[in-house]
């Protein structure tokens, strides 16, 4: 079962930063917070991930707590082709098991 | 394009029939990662094999196999088809054993069961 817990949906206005919130409770030292998201049926799309430390690259910022038992991933200027599902997984070796995941709509 | 290539895209077959679904890894990596979603599911993680060795299973019926060779490219059998058994199958692959970096997908294939 996954370890995460995520809104099951969400919109956002385009232009507008998006906030994913995701709470893992039962992280453990070993394990990093990791990002995809699913466009309609296609492959998921790896976008960021981390340990312990916030975290930027082109696609987006990962903030992790303190206590890593949450984390939050920011798109800053959501468009309409960010529209998708996103998954938040924790992951250190072996199997990788997605939830199911926040339906992020993006509006104009 | 993620470097992860699923042989065939779509694949429309009766029930009771066995299909071979077949994952060509990035090159290089080592771990390959077998998913299934039905339609509106979320990822199933199927099994996990790293160098040739399973390393994991999820929830993955026994009338499902399957085996990574010598080359790294990795084959999801399936048996037995049911019409339940019809879905998007994934897999996923990543350098090492999922302890550093990311995994990568391929686009799937689309298994029917008529």
């Known amino acids: 079962d996954a370890k995460t817990t995520q809104p099951t949906s969400m919109d956002c206005a385009e232009g507008r930063a998006a906030n994913l919130p995701c709470n893992h409770s039962?992280?453990?030292?070993?394990?990093?917070v990791y990002w995809y998201r699913q466009i309609h049926s296609q492959g998921p799309q790896y976008i960021i991930h981390?340990?312990?430390n916030n975290e930027t690259n082109e696609m987006a910022s990962l903030i992790i707590t303190e206590d890593r038992k949450s984390s939050t991933l920011i798109l800053p200027h959501a468009t309409l082709r960010d529209t998708a599902v996103y998954y938040c997984i924790v992951w250190w070796i072996n199997d990788m098991r997605f939830g199911a995941g926040t339906r992020l709509t993006v509006k104009p | 394009d993620s470097g992860v290539t699923q042989t065939p895209k779509h694949l429309i077959t009766a029930t009771g029939q066995r299909v071979t679904l077949r994952c060509s890894p990035r090159s290089g990596d080592l771990s390959v990662y077998w998913y299934q979603q039905s339609l509106d599911q979320g990822l199933q993680f199927l099994i996990h094999?790293?160098?040739?060795?399973?390393?994991a299973k999820g929830n993955i019926l026994e009338r499902f196999s399957a085996q990574q060779f010598p080359d790294l490219h990795s084959e999801l059998n399936l048996s037995s088809l049911e019409l339940g058994d019809s879905a998007l199958y994934f897999c996923?692959?990543?350098?090492?054993?999922?302890?550093?970096?990311?995994?990568?997908f391929g686009q799937g294939t689309r298994l029917t069961v008529v």
């Open positions: 039962t992280i453990s030292g070993n394990e990093y």
């Open positions: 981390g340990l312990k």
């Open positions: 996923a692959s990543s350098a090492s054993l999922g302890d550093r970096g990311e995994a990568f």
């Open positions: 094999y790293y160098n040739g060795e399973e390393r």
